[in-house]
């Protein structure tokens, strides 16, 4: 019996020490596949924070490109728009230019017509001073003085040998220089 009862008792003891075993490999089995969960769970947030990670680097150079773009772009528009403005430029430059050759294409006519007024006035002033003293000398040879004919030439001198009747044709010396 006593070793029926010891039997049973290293039995029981078999048997709580395997109980116990089996209870420390289930915690020690639960501890393992909490750490090892624990450990993935760390690897996949460490895979996340390098996606993430990844993800902004991705979304930085994306950027980085972009402003990139935006200021080749700028360059270009910048470009563009200097040389719309140079070429505004010239054309303001052309038009003031054109526009000064108008104005003094303009007063050269001017200059040029007063410039034959003045030679056709003067002509007209030396031919008229040239009938008068004409006249003067044809009354003084014939002793004849008409002073309606005199005040009539001093008040208009338009009228011309055409108009009077009672001249002759111009024959003397001075009138021939006159002309010359």
Do not use: C
């Amino acid at each position: 019996k006593y070793q029926k009862e010891k039997g049973d008792e290293l039995k029981a003891n078999a048997n709580q020490n395997a109980w116990r075993i089996q209870k420390v490999k289930t915690e020690h089995e639960k501890i393992v596949n909490d750490r090892r969960k624990a450990a993935e769970k760390k690897k996949r947030q460490a895979e996340q924070r390098l996606k993430d990670q990844e993800n902004k680097r991705e979304k930085f150079n994306q950027l980085k490109k972009e402003i990139e773009f935006l200021k080749h772009t700028n360059k270009e528009m910048n470009i563009i728009r200097q040389k719309r403005k140079d070429e505004f430029q010239r054309i303001m430059l052309q038009q003031k230019a054109i526009d000064k050759e108008l104005r003094v294409d303009y007063f050269d006519h001017l200059r040029g017509q007063v410039q034959r007024q003045r030679l056709q006035s003067q002509s007209e002033a030396r031919l008229h001073k040239h009938e008068i003293q004409e006249i003067l000398h044809d009354m003084s040879v014939t002793k004849k003085w008409d002073f309606k004919l005199l005040n009539s030439l001093a008040e208009n001198p338009h009228t011309h040998k055409s108009n009077n009747k009672k001249l002759r044709p111009m024959t003397h010396s001075l009138s021939k220089t006159a002309m010359a």
